[in-house]
């Protein structure tokens, strides 16, 4: 894992050194309201962060490719309640992120983009509410795989604020895979289902 937070390093100061007259190169950095389908818990309680760089190339007038590489942090948290179960899990988990997107000019200054996200597990924790960790539990498979779609707006020349929804087309778990009923289903799956709100510096 410490080769790979290297090259991804490598990765975001070659992404920096690529400007050339097509393309674009920046910064990004934001905030990551996260929660697990899965846990049996619900609401974007866990709130991560993320951060990174990336490369963009505009191709006629309207299209645009990206390739963002970033450090970003997810998983769930239960909210305080009366009815609290103490039964439940609490995930924190660490990835490196390489969004690959294509996005769409509707105006000067605003881009729609979908895209897949190949993700590599860098670290990953979790805890009841009591602080412990269990004893027993199914493993986080190493990669990951989500699909995202977002929008990014201008404003001026070198800023952006960007917002996106990513959810993980695979489950995260190593979970046994087995049939009911004709439908292909996954035991203990879990997926990543969050949002990601960032600002962008553009070089």
């Known amino acids: 894992m410490k ?33 697990v389908d899965g846990d049996n818990m619900s609401g974007f309680n866990k709130i991560g962060w993320t951060a990174g760089a990336y490369l963009s190339l505009e191709q006629g007038k309207n299209l645009v490719w990206q390739l963002d590489i970033a450090y970003t942090t997810k998983g769930s948290r239960q909210k305080s309640s009366k009815d609290y179960d103490y ?61 995202m779609a977002g929008a990014s707006y201008s404003i001026g020349e070198h800023w952006a604020v960007n917002a996106s929804y990513n959810y993980s087309l695979l489950s995260f778990r190593s979970g046994k895979l087995y049939f009911i009923n004709f439908d292909f289903k996954r035991a203990n799956a879990q997926f990543h289902n969050y949002i990601t709100l960032s600002v962008s510096y553009q070089f």
């Open 3 to 35: 080769k790979l937070f290297l090259f991804s390093i490598f990765m975001i100061f070659a992404l920096l050194g690529l400007q050339a007259q097509n393309f674009k190169a920046g910064l990004l950095a934001g905030a990551v309201p996260s929660q």
């Open 87 to 147: 039964s439940r899990l609490n995930i924190s988990a660490s990835y490196i992120d390489f969004v690959l997107s294509c996005g769409y000019k509707i105006a000067d200054n605003i881009v729609l983009k979908a895209g897949l996200t190949p993700s590599v597990l860098i670290s990953h924790k979790e805890e009841n509410s009591y602080g412990y960790e269990p004893s027993e539990t199914i493993g986080f498979t190493p990669l990951n795989l989500l699909g």
